[in-house]
């Protein structure tokens, strides 16, 4: 059973920035930073496959970047020009195939405990 763990979160005055990551127990092919705000639903916000290529949600392109180191098993998101609607509780997932790039919840098969992302205006 894979299992992940995400760090990284914190408080930050809007416009700042701060950098998750997501460290793996093992060798992963799919993965996604996902975030859930108090009363909303869980959000898909940035996908990376197997092979590198890369997907962001609208609401956070040009401000958030995801990317992942395979020889450390880690994921990485990093946050610029927060705002007060990124904060949220963050969760990264792994999924079970390789080439996939979808921001659904249901299409992945491991998820971490999640780290809260505090953005004050």
């Known amino acids: 059973q894979l299992q992940l763990v995400e760090s990284g979160g914190g408080s930050v005055q809007a416009g700042g920035s701060l950098r998750l990551s997501c460290a793996a127990s093992?060798?992963?092919?799919?993965m996604g930073w996902f975030r859930q705000a108090p009363g909303k639903e869980r959000e898909g916000v940035a996908t990376i496959d197997y092979y590198g290529n890369t997907g962001h949600a609208d609401s956070v392109k040009g401000r958030f970047t995801i990317s992942k180191d395979n020889a450390k098993n880690t994921l990485y998101l990093q946050m610029n020009s927060l705002k007060p609607e990124d904060t949220a509780v963050y969760y990264c997932?792994?999924?079970?195939?390789?080439?996939?790039?979808?921001?659904?919840?249901?299409?992945?098969?491991?998820w971490g405990q999640g780290t809260q992302v505090t953005v004050s205006s």
């Open positions: 997932a792994a999924a079970d195939r390789r080439g996939w790039l979808g921001l659904a919840a249901n299409g992945y098969n491991y």
């Open positions: 093992g060798a992963t092919r799919s």
